[in-house]
């Protein structure tokens, strides 16, 4: 009986492994042909005289490449999003503005629902204000402009809205969602260690409201980036940000008329009628019914300055949770980015190192592996860090240790804190009949356990380790920052800071994007102009060749649709949120149960 369950088993694995192995290769041959006929049909983007370069303002925008695990789910899943990486819009936009071709932009905001961070929008808003002052056009339409879409749109010298539409001007907040009322309800008990009164990122699991610390540094955070907002808004629309403040406390919401007799839009008028001006741009008569244009996506693809140097300035990309180990695609594994940087240090071609850095933070001993060996990496060439949306609490704990610090006035940063939490499911197995027992052999054997909390002298045992490690991030700012350790532990607390007020209290160096820290980095390596950009994590050819452009190409040649839309709905909005704490309680995998982490739902919206 023993052989013949060994036979059977052994024959069902190997027809599961034969018919997994024939479906995969049938997949990979058919994704083969796809691409195969489009690199047939398709030379590559051409760029004709006059042409309009089209920014969706739709698009997913991202620091780094997507790797070739996410680009092969998202292929075989069926989402299409349309994606660019930040560096690819900034360089577009700078090589749109050079190219006699190109005379004008589009900004197409008519399915904008973009995601985007302030300060990722503040460098593209930069790079189209360089654009605009080439004496070139750029024209923005939208049926409804939210504040997001038109801080990055009013650099635009025409901004037109729909007849319908309207203007969202009401001012930003953040609303966290709290779940201690959920853990107590269904049974979940938690306990929570901590070091500094700011450290916000665990009240969503313990309490039902804001406390009145985080609340005092959401607020001031808050009014920094609106801030910032209403003096680039103002300055390029010439509003007094005084104006633009009465108008978010008295209006809030603007009809299409109110909204231009206010100077926030220059035209009302309908897509079509847009459509006809840029037909005039681009020397199109009326028989064509369209203008001359090429998309953000394709014209990236048009090869610009062509560069090839034995020096290279590494580009790290440190985006997404900080995780233990190597991570997932979307995460920053510790022990990953560790082999990276162990790899650059040793790569005599790279002369200098950016890292970018826009994460919310995470586990605490992933942030150290990680600091190590950026530690070891500036000592034999320079590593200096811009900062994007956020580069918080374990994201600042990285970047800690760097020649200098770039970041927008926007970024998110700060959170030097440090928490432990500790789930248990007595009340939750007890509601269903699950009882535990333990049988030890010393005193804190079980502790780890969750069937029961935490006694007080297991309590004190955890905190010692989050003071231990507090006491450890307060030094290394300390050294790395070359501030005194009392100034650091004044400004720690957890509490978060904007960009700006990072800069006036010494975490951060200068203001500027990720451009400005790759200048610095060839400047302190001494490379002049004889330079290239080398990015990391890397993808292999192989799978940008079969996952990337092409696969687009194939499937727009088929007429594929695949367009993924937000859900009007508010309340499945809202449920998204919740998939999105849990989301983030699954990451947290440090092995000392210890983090460096921005409040878990921090979203400015």
Do not use: C, H
């Not at 509003?239 to 919401?253: E, F, M, T």
């Not at 699950?434 to 054997?445: L, P, R, Y």
């Not at 920052?481 to 200068?510: F, H, N, Y």
């Amino acid at each position: 009986m023993t052989n013949f369950l060994k036979q059977t088993f052994a024959s069902l694995i190997g027809s599961l492994l034969g018919l997994t192995i024939f479906s995969g290769v049938s997949t990979l041959g058919l994704l083969l042909l796809l691409i195969a006929v489009a690199s047939s049909q398709n030379a590559g983007p051409k760029v004709k005289d006059k042409s309009v370069l089209v920014f969706d303002l739709s698009m997913k925008i991202t620091d780094s490449e997507p790797n070739s695990s996410q680009l092969l789910q998202k292929t075989l899943s069926g989402v299409d999003e349309n994606s660019i990486t930040l560096r690819q819009v900034v360089e577009t936009l700078d090589k749109a503005g050079r190219d006699q071709r190109i005379v004008g932009i589009y900004l197409d905001g008519t399915n904008a629902n973009s995601a985007v961070g302030y300060a990722s929008l503040k460098e593209i808003r930069q790079a189209l204000e360089k654009f605009r002052k080439t004496g070139k056009k750029i024209i923005a339409y939208s049926t409804d402009w939210s504040e997001r879409e038109y801080y990055l749109s009013s650099v635009a010298n025409q901004i037109v809205v729909n007849p319908m539409g309207a203007m969202e001007m009401n001012g930003l907040s953040s609303q966290p969602m709290f779940l201690a009322g959920a853990f107590e309800k269904y049974g979940v008990g938690v306990q929570i260690v901590r070091v500094g009164k700011f450290k916000g990122a665990v009240e969503p699991l313990i309490l039902n409201k804001l406390s009145p610390e985080n609340r005092q540094q959401t607020q001031k955070l808050l009014d920094d980036v609106w801030g910032e907002w209403r003096t680039s808004v103002g300055k390029s629309r010439n509003i007094q940000p005084q104006k633009l403040q009465v108008i978010a406390n008295s209006q809030a919401i603007l009809e299409a008329t109110e909204a231009k007799s206010n100077g926030l839009v220059d035209t009302i008028a309908y897509q079509d009628q847009v459509f006809t001006d840029l037909q005039k741009l681009t020397g199109n008569n009326k028989k064509d019914k369209t203008f001359t244009k090429i998309s953000l996506g394709d014209y990236a693809e048009v090869p610009g300055k062509s560069l090839d140097s034995d020096n290279k300035i590494a580009i790290v990309y440190a985006e997404g949770e900080i995780v233990n180990g190597s991570g997932d695609s979307g995460e920053v594994g510790g022990d990953r980015y560790a082999k990276i940087f162990s790899k650059i240090r040793q790569n005599d071609q790279v002369k200098a190192v950016v890292l970018r850095i826009n994460s919310p933070g995470g586990s605490a001993t992933a942030a150290e592996i990680m600091q190590r060996e950026i530690k070891l990496t500036r000592q034999v060439k320079p590593v200096i860090v811009s900062m994007g949306d956020m580069a918080a609490s374990g994201g600042y704990w990285i970047a800690s240790d760097s020649n200098r610090i770039f970041a927008q006035p926007n970024t998110i940063t700060g959170s030097i804190g440090v928490f432990g939490v500790l789930f248990n499911g007595q009340k939750l197995g007890n509601n269903n009949g699950i009882t535990w027992d333990s049988v030890k052999t010393s005193k804190f054997a079980d502790q780890q356990t969750i069937s029961r909390p935490k006694s007080p002298q297991e309590l004190a045992v955890y905190q010692r380790s989050v003071d231990r490690i507090y006491n450890l991030f307060l030094q290394k700012v300390s050294q790395g920052r070359k501030l005194p350790t009392a100034k650091v532990a004044e400004i720690a607390q957890g509490r978060v800071w904007s960009g700006t007020a990072a800069k006036q209290i010494g975490l951060v160096d200068e203001i500027g994007g990720l451009n400005v820290a790759i200048e610095y980095a060839a400047k302190q390596a001494k490379l002049g102009a004889d330079w290239e950009l080398q990015e990391y994590p890397q993808m292999s050819t192989f799978s940008e060749r079969l996952f990337g452009k092409k696969l687009e190409e194939t499937k727009a040649k088929l007429g594929i649709e695949t367009t993924q839309t937000k859900n009007p709905n508010p309340l499945i909005n809202e449920l998204g949120k919740f998939q999105q704490e849990i989301n983030v309680l699954e990451k947290m995998n440090d092995p000392q149960g210890i983090y460096t982490r921005l409040p878990i739902n921090f979203k400015i919206e």
